[in-house]
C-alpha cells in the first residue's frame, strides 16, 4: 500500500500545479492564510510548500510584501531557455542510440498534433504548450540519465510559469518548430550522424525560440517609434 501524501505533499502539489498551468501567475501574491484556508489545512504546511518552491525558483519572497510567483526579466526568461537548450541538446544526442521505432512513432503523433494546432483558430494556448513539452519528453526520456531528465521537467516547469511561451510561442513560433521536429526525427530515423550533430541541432531548435521572441520584440519596438 501506498502512504496517503502529507498535508505539506498535497499543498506543495497543489500550489505547484497552479502556478505552472497559470493560475497563480507571475506576480500573484500567496497569502498563507488564505490558500491554507481554501487547502483545508493549517498554515504550517502552507509555509513548508511555499519555502520549498522558493528552492525551486518558482516563488521570491519580497520584503514587506511576502511570497509571490516568480516574475522574470526577458534576459532572466532567455538564460532559462539556454538552460534548456544546453540539457536538451545532451538528452537528444544520448537518446539517438536508444530511441525505439515505437519511440519515433510518439513523437511523430505529437508533432503532428502540434501541426493541426497551429492551424487552428483561436490557438489553444495551453493545450500547444502541453503537447510540445510531451513531445520532447518522448525523445529526452531515452537519454539514460534520469537526473538530466529531471533537470529539465524543472527547467520546463519554470520556462511555463514564466508564461512567456504560453503566450508568444504558438503565434511565433509553432509553424516553425514543428518542421524542424520533423527534421530531428528524421536525423534519429535515418541515423549516421554524430552525437555532437544531433546535440547541436538539437540546441538550435530551442534557441530558436529566443530569436523568433526577439525579433518579434524588435518588430514591436520599431513599429511603436
Keep these: 500500500m501506498h502512504a496517503e501524501p502529507s498535508k505539506h505533499e498535497i499543498a506543495y502539489r497543489e500550489i505547484r500545479a497552479r502556478i505552472v498551468d497559470g493560475r497563480f501567475g507571475p506576480g500573484y501574491r500567496l497569502v498563507l492564510s488564505s490558500l491554507a484556508r481554501e ?3 493549517s498554515p504550517v504546511p502552507v509555509r513548508e510548500a511555499i519555502r520549498r518552491l522558493e528552492a525551486e525558483g518558482l516563488v521570491r519572497f519580497e520584503r514587506n510584501v511576502g511570497a509571490r510567483v516568480t516574475t522574470l526579466r526577458d534576459d532572466e526568461w532567455e538564460r532559462l531557455v539556454e538552460m534548456l537548450a544546453l540539457l536538451d541538446g545532451y538528452a537528444f544526442a544520448a537518446a539517438a542510440p536508444r530511441v ?3 519511440d519515433l512513432a510518439e513523437a511523430r503523433d505529437h508533432n503532428a498534433r502540434l501541426r493541426t494546432l497551429a492551424a487552428a483558430e483561436p490557438v489553444e494556448h495551453a493545450e500547444v504548450m502541453l503537447v510540445h513539452r510531451r513531445f520532447h519528453r518522448v525523445l529526452y526520456r ?4 534520469r537526473y538530466v531528465i529531471e533537470s529539465l521537467d524543472g527547467v520546463w516547469d519554470r520556462i511555463d510559469a514564466s508564461r512567456v511561451l504560453v503566450t508568444l510561442y504558438p503565434s511565433l513560433r509553432l509553424r ?3 518542421e524542424e521536429h520533423d527534421a530531428l526525427l528524421d536525423r534519429l530515423e535515418r541515423g549516421g550522424d554524430s552525437a555532437a550533430e544531433l546535440e547541436a541541432c538539437a540546441q538550435e531548435h530551442n534557441l530558436n525560440a529566443i530569436r523568433a521572441i526577439r525579433d518579434h520584440a524588435g518588430t514591436e ?4 517609434q
Excluded: I, Y
Design 39 to 41: 487547502l483545508d489545512v
Design 100 to 102: 525505439t521505432p515505437a
Design 142 to 145: 531515452c537519454c539514460g540519465n
Design 176 to 178: 516553425a518548430a514543428v
Design 221 to 224: 519596438s520599431a513599429a511603436g
